[in-house]
Structures are given as structure tokens and as C-alpha cells.
């Protein structure tokens, strides 16, 4: 988690809210969930309640290229879409594991 933070500054900017809701464990289920270190990032941003548009900005890349990262994340955890994968990625965080 703190490779994410020195990665992705909105993580660290936005109060810590991925650290304080996923813990340690988030690292873990990313890679389970075998999603790739930009996926995770995204992930994580989308965490913390963030925009395309701000994680774009904060990881340096365009909306689109967030919308297809937001894709691939979804096809690997199985969701349908941006509330479902935050949904199951707290589920799992909380200790009701699901199957990635």
C-alpha cells in the first residue's frame, strides 16, 4: 500500500481514505485479481471517489486511456461497472472474501 501512495499522489493527498478502507491486504487482492500496476492505481483511485477525468490528471495519462484501464479492471474482477469493483473490492478488503 505505501508503493501505491508513492506512486499515485491523490491517494496520499485524499486522507489516506484507501489506506484507513482496504488496509494491506489491497496489494494482495490486485495481484489475486491479476490486475497490473496501472489497474491497481486505478483501482485505488477509484477508491477514494475520484472522477476519470482527476485520475487521469493524477496518473498522467488521457480520460480514454483511464475508461479502457477501468475496462480491463472490470472484465478481471468480474463487475459489470464502476460501483460493482468498488463494491467487491471492499468486500473482499472487509474479510467476506470473494473469488477474483
Known sequence: ??????????IE??????G???????TDWCRASG????????????LTGATNRKIGRDLG???RTVKNTLRSVYVKLGVSGRSEAISRTMAHMVGRRIVP
Open 1 to 10: 500500500m505505501h508503493e501505491l501512495r508513492r506512486l499515485h499522489p491523490a
Open 13 to 18: 493527498r485524499d486522507g489516506e481514505a484507501v
Open 20 to 26: 484507513e478502507q482496504v488496509g494491506g491486504g489491497f
Open 35 to 46: 490486475l497490473t500496476e496501472r489497474e491497481s492505481l486505478t483501482l485505488a483511485a477509484l
Open 61 to 63: 495519462v488521457t480520460e
